[in-house]
């Protein structure tokens, strides 16, 4: 059963714009897009288990990634340092 998210995502001109322009990008990576994709539909009022069975992906991180956006917006969606050995292999 899928509950309504606390963060609700009201999306600006602006941010929808550039949400919509990474989320048709084929040169981007691809978990850049979903993070994008899955804001979007986020703003439509769709619930997390809904989004994670359109993209294909887990309800946490849906909820991940909507909790993010909700409190940093756009930059929110941006990878972030990890712990760890660096990558060996470039992108």
Do not use: C
């Amino acid at each position: 059963m899928s509950t309504s998210s606390p963060f609700a995502i009201v999306l600006t001109s602006k941010e929808r714009a550039e949400l919509t322009r990474r989320a048709r990008k084929q040169t981007l990576r691809y978990r850049e897009v979903v993070r994008a994709r899955i804001v979007l539909l986020a703003a439509t009022g769709l619930h997390n288990d809904e989004i994670a069975q359109r993209l294909d992906t887990t309800r946490e991180s849906v909820g991940k990634w909507r909790k993010r956006f909700f409190e940093e917006r756009v930059a929110g969606l941006k990878e972030r340092q990890r712990p760890g050995r660096p990558p060996v292999f470039s992108p």
